[in-house]
C-alpha cells in the first residue's frame, strides 16, 4: 500500500511546533493523566497552526493540521526509541 500522499499533508511548521509543545508538556507535566491527552491535545494545534499558516479553514487544512500534528507525536516516540536503543548499546 502506498501512503506517499501522506507526505503531501505534513506541514514542517506545525509538526515543530506540535513537536516542541507535546516535548513541553510530556517533560513538564509528571502526572500521567495528561499525557494521554497529548496526541490530542498536538492534534489540535496542528490544527490551528494549519488554519493561521494558509489563512482558511478546508478540509484538506484540516487533515494537514491533524496529520502533522499526529506525525509529531510519532516523531518523538522514534526518537525516544533511537535514543534509548543507544543508551542500551553504550552500557
Known sequence: M???FVAEYISPIALVICLAI???IKNAIPNEGINRFIPLIVAVIGVIVC???EG???V???AMG???GL???GLYEAFKN???GNKEGNE
Open 60 to 62: 484538506q487544512v484540516l
Open 56 to 58: 482558511t479553514f478546508t
Open 66 to 68: 491533524l496529520i502533522s
Open 51 to 53: 488554519i493561521l499558516a
Open 71 to 73: 506525525a509529531s507525536t
Open 82 to 84: 533511537i535514543i534509548a
Open 2 to 4: 502506498d501512503l506517499s
Open 22 to 24: 507535546g516535548y513541553i
